[in-house]
């Protein structure tokens, strides 16, 4: 393991402009895992990353040791495993150095664009909502989860702290014309169900929920879905709220609607394909 002594250390740049710079990570297509429980899961499924960054104290946990023969197996480079002070992983981490340790990776690529069972995120630009929404679909079975061009960055920090892992579970498909997406996939016999706060179908009364392919449309936190996409829906399903609250955070509204459609597949007597 290779001892980082100098700020300048070009691995150690690049993780702190990866962390740093939406753009540099959409430019480059790779992220910053921080913390061993992201970097496990993206080994699991991915192999080992670009590089490791931990401290000395991580160093010598059974976990990193682990790796480091890993790395040592497959002979590759010294400069792609490093151990760094902890004033020098601080000063680049957004987390603190008790976390111990990050990964650079690329970004994993989608294969396919849809598949059975969907979510689409319509312009939403919290980066916690978004990271909490595809940890809650990756529960819940979803395979796919696509990302209009002005919802946050799925591989910003914050959403990847959020989905604790669930990026490495789902095909993620991101910078995406919603509206487009719809289409597509509505014309390849998917049905499209937006959430509404009012004047949709009870969501606990909606059957169609079993059928497959669907695909869940969230949108925005403050405006909803967009006009143009509201029109494209085949079932508004609404969440029945008998309190004084006019909406729901639309990550707790997604975790309602998702489990909603497991409960119903899982009481039908097998899921139905769409529009049969």
């Not at 010598?60 to 151990?83: G, I, M, N, S, W």
């Not at 004033?87 to 976390?99: E, M």
């Not at 939403?124 to 209009?148: F, K, M, Y």
């Not at 969501?203 to 494209?232: D, H, I, K, M, Y």
Request: aromatic share 4%; glycine share 6%; net charge neutral.
């Amino acid at each position: 393991m290779l001892p980082i002594t100098s700020p300048h250390n070009p691995q150690l740049k690049d993780a702190a402009r990866l962390i740093a710079s939406a753009h540099e990570r959409r430019k480059s297509r790779r992220c910053v895992l921080e913390g061993e429980h992201l970097i496990e899961m993206y080994v699991a499924r991915h192999g080992l990353p670009d590089a490791l960054i931990v401290t000395e104290e991580a160093a010598q946990t059974p976990f990193v040791k682990k790796l480091a023969l890993q790395f040592a197996k497959y002979r590759l480079d010294e400069h792609r495993l490093l151990c760094a002070s902890d004033a020098l992983f601080k000063s680049i981490a957004s987390l603190p150095p008790s976390i111990g340790m990050l990964a650079i990776i690329d970004q994993p690529s989608a294969t396919t664009t849809s598949g059975t069972f969907c979510i689409l995120l319509e312009d939403i630009q919290d980066p916690g909502n978004v990271g909490t929404i595809l940890r809650t679909a990756a529960a819940a079975g979803v395979t796919h989860a696509v990302l209009s061009t002005q919802s946050a960055s799925a591989w910003a920090p914050k959403v990847l702290r959020a989905a604790q892992g669930a990026h490495f579970l789902l095909e993620i498909v991101e910078e995406v014309d919603a509206c487009e997406w719809a289409r597509a996939f509505r014309a390849d016999s998917g049905l499209l169900v937006g959430t509404f706060a009012a004047q949709g179908q009870n969501v606990f009364t909606a059957s169609q929920l079993q059928r497959r392919p669907l695909a869940l449309a969230l949108g925005n936190e403050g405006a909803g879905l967009s006009e143009a996409l509201a029109r494209l829906v085949d079932i508004a399903v609404t969440i029945p709220m008998p309190g004084r609250m006019e909406s729901l955070n639309v990550a707790s509204a997604a975790a309602v609607v998702l489990f909603e459609c497991v409960r119903v597949g899982e009481q039908g007597s097998g899921i139905r394909t769409a529009r049969t």
